[in-house]
């Protein structure tokens, strides 16, 4: 069986073109490794580096934590967490997670019709 190899810049640079608001975009695998990430053009980062890094291990440690209600309460579908200089969203795909940020005054019906758009975009990881 033939897999098809979903090209990950690609992934993350669609993500970032849904909005001027978004501000980063990454996959990361199940260890919690970045696979490919962006921030985007003119956005300052908040982070350096190694926090990243950590925090991406973290995002992956926690869907791990989750897994464990999935069979009383259903998969989660996506994690939203509004904080006072950014909103952080998590997808989960098959294989890989999909974590991006964006501003954190965007109306909450614009950011879930990112996540659906996002969930689309990200189907075949």
């Known amino acids: 069986m033939m897999t098809k190899k979903v090209d990950l810049l690609d992934v993350v640079q669609k993500i970032l073109k849904l909005d001027s608001q ?5 996959i990361i695998d199940s260890k919690g490794k970045i696979r490919e990430a962006i921030m985007k053009t ?9 926090e990243e890094e950590h925090f991406c291990k973290q995002v992956a440690q926690r869907r791990a934590m989750r ?10 579908r996506y994690v939203h967490v509004e904080r006072e200089k950014v909103s952080q969203m998590v997808i989960y ?5 999909v974590y991006f940020t964006m501003e954190p005054e965007m109306p909450i019906n ?7 758009k996002i969930k689309k975009i990200s189907a075949d990881l």
């Open 42 to 50: 003119g956005k300052a980062s908040l982070e350096s580096q190694k």
């Open 110 to 116: 614009t950011k879930i019709r990112l996540i659906t």
């Open 67 to 76: 897994k464990e209600f999935d069979k009383t309460l259903g998969k989660v």
């Open 22 to 26: 978004m501000r980063f975009a990454a």
């Open 93 to 97: 795909t098959k294989r890989n997670i």
